[in-house]
């Protein structure tokens, strides 16, 4: 009797008035299920995040070329792959200072900066007239973008747990659309007047910048983002004690008597030795690099010419084709993929579609040799299925990072996957153009020759990532921070 008259008032989980976090929490335990809104702030982020990083693939060969840096047509790739590199960079060098802020100072002012460096320096880098313009505008860029590490931690703390999977799973889909859509906005609307003459007249701005309209039309996009990151919640706790009331609460909900114990220990926690953290963030690191390496050898594959092993598209192909990609991969991330994770856990469907990859990469070579609508419809296929299976992967991972930490250290823990993503990501570009440009010389080598090198090289980080998904390496759900509370 004299337990239970103690254990009630201990269920009972304590909110501020006045904290932030504790509204957000108090939202979540009276509305079960994933709210609507939340999941467009999520999305829209997200999309303003992606978008400057990826609308440059298309004409980034037709900008460098402009600039008359590359000595032959084969070393475009190499430059090209320099200014695809150089955001990444700069992200790596601020992603654990954003963390760090915005663990200090909330979600939403680290959101809102970021949203501020996608109009500004995206917008120069369209109006970029040479070389080391470019590759000083998107360094800013990068360095100024404070919203992938936040807005991962931002996802998480705004949805139950068992709705986390979603709220993570539309971070991932809105991340892929934008890589997606971005291409395809750069496809369709770089060098306007070329294309469309009858609107944009020679001689005017759109001919001097031929590359401004994509870059401009992005970071219009992003201005009303902007405006409503001042309504959008915060979910960092601004009490002393941080969130560790609801955390005590849940614990005891759960028969554990070692609360204090524990909160102390998770609250001084060395990231760097949380181990189910950073091997999580170790694999994401290899497939990240294959993603981005991709992504870079993809678009400057595709319109090579055919001598060099391309599949001579404009960069109005590239955009139908990853366009079509983006709206089939929306439908898998929002509707399917929730469910195929609960069904089979967020590391074995990892595995499974890492299987999956190698063999339909492998295959791209050979699609090369197709021509007209065949070429079209089986290079759009392969599209769609490669960046499902990209998102499966690391939707997983994304999941598996955000539940080994408390909310106390949720922005550092992803300011620390960022700034290591981003390391990788920064030679995935420079590392995959280069090789692109070293395949293309070997049209006629006895050993996987001309393009056939290059994929067979992705093919093998794809493999080494898959490799360290199993045990021991890579732990599974049952040991994170989510799990271990219960």
């Not at 976090?21 to 299920?33: F, I, N, T, Y």
């Not at 999309?47 to 037709?62: D, E, G, K, R, V």
């Not at 906005?185 to 944009?200: D, S």
């Not at 070692?258 to 950073?278: A, C």
């Amino acid at each position: 009797m004299e337990n239970e008259i103690m254990k009630e008032p201990l269920l009972e989980k304590k909110y501020y008035k006045d904290c932030p976090g504790c509204k957000v929490d108090q939202a979540k335990e009276l509305k079960k299920g994933a709210s609507v809104l939340n999941l467009l702030i999520i999305w829209m982020l997200m999309i303003c995040a992606s978008l400057p990083i990826s609308c440059l693939y298309p004409f980034l060969y037709f900008m460098v070329k402009d600039f008359n840096v590359a000595k032959t047509e084969a070393d475009i790739s190499t430059y090209a792959g320099y200014v695809g590199s150089t955001l990444m960079l700069g992200r790596a060098l601020t992603s654990v200072g954003w963390g760090l802020f915005s663990d200090r100072y909330g979600r939403k002012p680290a959101l809102i900066v970021g949203v501020m460096s996608v109009i500004i320096f995206n917008t120069l880098f369209g109006l970029s007239t040479n070389f080391w313009m470019a590759i000083i505008t998107r360094f800013l860029l990068g360095c100024g973008n404070g919203i992938i590490g936040p807005v991962k931690a931002y996802a998480t703390e705004l949805f139950r747990e068992e709705d986390q999977a979603i709220g993570l799973s539309t971070v991932s889909a809105a991340w892929a659309i934008g890589l997606i859509i971005g291409p395809a906005l750069g496809g369709y609307l770089a060098q306007p007047v070329m294309k469309y003459p009858h609107i944009f007249p020679k001689g005017s701005f759109w001919d001097k910048f031929p590359y401004f309209l994509p870059c401009f039309i992005i970071s219009g996009l992003a201005f009303p983002v902007l405006i409503a990151c001042i309504w959008i919640p915060e979910t960092l706790h601004n009490h002393k004690g941080g969130n560790e009331c609801t955390d005590e609460a849940e614990a005891l909900e759960n028969g554990s008597n070692r609360v204090n114990k524990g909160k102390t220990t998770q609250k001084n926690e060395n990231l760097l030795k949380n181990w189910p953290l950073m091997s999580s963030i170790i694999v994401y690191c290899i497939f990240s690099l294959h993603d981005m390496a991709y992504t870079e050898v993809f678009s400057l594959w595709a319109v090579s010419p055919p001598s060099l092993g391309g599949l001579n598209f404009t960069t109005d192909n590239v955009g139908n084709v990853l366009a079509i990609s983006g709206l089939l991969l929306i439908i898998y991330q929002l509707i399917l993929y929730p469910y195929v994770e609960r069904a089979c856990g967020p590391i074995r469907i990892s595995r499974i579609t890492g299987m999956l990859s190698i063999p339909l990469l492998q295959s791209y070579p050979f699609i090369a040799m197709l021509s007209g609508v065949t070429l079209y419809i089986v290079i759009s296929l392969a599209s769609i299925l490669k960046n499902i299976l990209s998102m499966t992967i690391i939707t997983g991972l994304f999941i598996l990072q955000n539940r080994a930490v408390k909310q106390n250290q949720r922005g550092a823990a992803n300011g620390i996957s960022v700034t290591c993503v981003s390391l990788f990501k920064a030679i995935g570009p420079v590392v995959g153009g280069a090789l692109l440009t070293w395949s293309q010389k070997r049209m006629h080598a006895s050993f996987l020759p001309g393009t056939h090198m290059i994929f067979f090289i992705m093919n093998l980080v794809e493999g080494l990532g898959l490799l360290m998904m199993f045990k021991p390496f890579l732990n599974d759900e049952k040991n994170t921070h989510s799990d271990q509370l219960h």
